[in-house]
């Protein structure tokens, strides 16, 4: 069995996350964050599903601002769980945030280098130097009004909004995933403030396990043990989105990495909880089980009986087990069944086939990358994502990136097929790989126009 890797504590508002403390589940609220009632009737259900902290996007000071607002409303009403304001693109956000929110979280990639655009820069080492300090100068003024107001800071990186700058130094690799995030680590350390946490994102679970795995082996070396965040983003909605954040995050956890979790589906946030709570309750039976499923590789193929009467949790305890064992590639076939008999209504072999498509072994079925939408998103995601899949669910292997906006649009869907972006409220542009091929399309006409890229 393992055991759970040693972290810091990291004290957000009345919470601790790492340590011995449990692991944390949360989830973020897809609401407008200017609108004060609707953000605080979400975060009470996120909460009453047993969430324990709450993150909205503040796309700007308006929203950083209005952050004081929900905070309040809900505290009055009886909900103190903590807060966490998202910020891309605005440094400025950030201290504004950190004044009235538990946690900020702060995307490398956008913090001051600028969004994202596949150009290759040339840089001598001292104009790399530059640009570091560069971050140093907008970073150390807000961590010392988080220092002030004991604001919490997460330092999220995602695989989708790497800059240029690291990609061009050190290619889309997890080496520049991880730079990216230890360029900021370095300073926070520096300044002696602790209360962070860490998170590395990919839509691939292959890019996330082996990131992260990096990441703790980096800062292993460099003495720091920062509790980190799980998550597969952009995972998608349904069976198969539960599948792939089973099998990136449970990889981790039954290796005792991870000490927060949030699974990112394309649904109510709500609906998110209860998931996360039953992975994070099955850690210890799937460790068991991944031990178990080692054990039985032969011929190239892993075989597991599961004595589990529920079926979600049948599915999450398969794609947990076998998650590193396939990411690693100790086996590329699998083969699943109930110790009791009862198959619980579930076709054994589609579990399968949809565990080695999570782990990125074999496609047999159209993959969909699709974001679980936030304040940011513009356009109605859930009703787009369905209309999409019935029009192309029979593409077997074909990869369609569906996103809200342009945090991770072109960067996650850099693995894609084909991208829909929001691109301005009401807009619509499509991508055929990382190129955008037609810009600013009116939401009526997208799902057609992508339908005609992908069959022309």
Same mark, same amino acid.
């Given at each position: 069995m393992s055991t759970r890797r040693i972290s810091s504590v990291c004290r957000v508002g009345n919470i601790a996350i790492g340590g011995d403390n449990p692991i944390r589940i949360q989830s973020m609220a897809t609401t407008d964050t200017n609108d004060t009632e609707a953000s605080v009737a979400q975060a009470k259900r996120i909460i009453d599903a047993g969430g324990e902290i709450v993150r909205f996007t503040t796309q700007g000071t308006r929203e950083a601002e209005n952050m004081r607002n929900i905070s309040e409303r809900l505290k009055q009403d009886g909900y103190p769980q903590p807060l966490v304001a998202d910020?891309?693109?605005?440094?400025?956000?950030?201290?504004? +945030?950190?004044?009235?929110?538990?946690? #900020? !979280?702060?995307?490398? @990639?956008?913090? #001051?280098?600028? @969004?994202?655009?596949?150009?290759?820069?040339?840089?001598?080492?001292?104009?790399?130097?530059?640009?570091?300090?560069?971050?140093?100068?907008?970073? #150390?003024? %807000?961590?010392?009004?988080?220092?002030?107001?004991?604001?919490?800071?997460?330092?999220? #990186?995602?695989? /989708?909004?790497?800059?240029?700058?690291?990609?061009?130094?050190? @290619?889309?690799?997890?080496?520049?995933?991880?730079? &990216?995030?230890?360029? %900021?680590? !370095?300073? %926070?350390?520096?300044e002696q403030f602790n209360d962070v946490v860490i998170s590395i994102k990919a839509s691939n679970t292959v890019v996330m396990v082996t990131t992260v795995r990096l990441l703790v082996k980096t800062m292993d070396a460099e003495d720091m043990h920062y509790p980190?965040?799980?998550?597969?983003?952009?995972? @998608?909605?349904?069976?198969? /989105?539960?599948?792939? &954040?089973?099998?990136?995050?449970?990889?981790?956890?039954?290796? /005792?990495?991870?000490?927060?979790?949030?699974? &990112?589906?394309?649904?109510?946030?709500?609906?998110?909880?209860?998931?996360?709570?039953?992975?994070?309750?099955?850690?210890?039976?799937?460790?068991r089980l991944r031990v178990e499923a080692e054990a039985s590789i032969k011929d190239?193929?892993?075989?597991?009986?599961?004595?589990?009467?529920?079926?979600?949790?049948?599915?999450?305890?398969?794609?947990?087990?076998?998650?590193?064992?396939?990411?690693?590639?100790? +086996?590329?076939?699998?083969?699943?069944?109930?110790?009791?008999?009862?198959?619980?209504?579930?076709?054994?072999? &589609?579990?399968?086939?949809?565990?080695?498509?999570?782990?990125?072994i074999k496609f047999t079925k159209t993959e969909y990358i699709s974001c679980p939408g936030c304040g940011r998103t513009l356009y109605n995601l859930q009703d787009t994502i369905q209309r999409i899949k019935a029009a192309t669910s029979h593409l077997v292997g074909l990869k369609i990136g569906i996103m809200g906006c342009i945090v991770n649009g072109p960067g996650e869907m850099a693995d894609a097929d084909y991208g829909y972006v929001g691109a301005g409220r009401g807009k619509i542009s499509l991508y055929r790989k990382k190129e955008c091929v037609a810009k600013n399309i009116p939401e009526a006409e997208a799902v057609d126009r992508l339908l005609e890229l992908i069959n022309t």
């Open positions: 910020v891309h693109f605005t440094a400025h956000t950030a201290d504004i +945030a950190a004044l009235y929110c538990e946690k #900020v !979280r702060i995307n490398p @990639g956008n913090y #001051v280098d600028p @969004g994202r655009t596949f150009k290759h820069l040339e840089y001598t080492d001292e104009e790399y130097a530059a640009e570091l300090k560069k971050i140093e100068a907008k970073l #150390v003024p %807000f961590i010392n009004i988080c220092k002030e107001h004991h604001t919490a800071v997460r330092i999220g #990186v995602n695989h /989708g909004s790497l800059s240029d700058r690291i990609m061009s130094r050190y @290619g889309d690799t997890p080496e520049g995933i991880v730079e &990216s995030c230890m360029e %900021f680590l !370095r300073i %926070f350390r520096r980190l965040h799980l998550g597969v983003t952009e995972a @998608g909605e349904g069976e198969d /989105g539960r599948i792939k &954040s089973a099998v990136g995050i449970g990889a981790l956890l039954t290796e /005792g990495i991870g000490d927060t979790i949030r699974v &990112s589906l394309s649904e109510e946030p709500e609906c998110e909880i209860p998931v996360a709570r039953k992975i994070v309750d099955s850690i210890e039976d799937c460790t190239d193929t892993i075989t597991l009986a599961i004595d589990e009467p529920d079926r979600e949790l049948f599915q999450l305890k398969a794609a947990m087990a076998v998650g590193a064992l396939l990411i690693d590639r100790k +086996a590329t076939k699998l083969v699943l069944s109930p110790k009791s008999g009862d198959d619980r209504g579930l076709n054994m072999t &589609s579990l399968s086939d949809a565990i080695l498509q999570a782990a990125r």
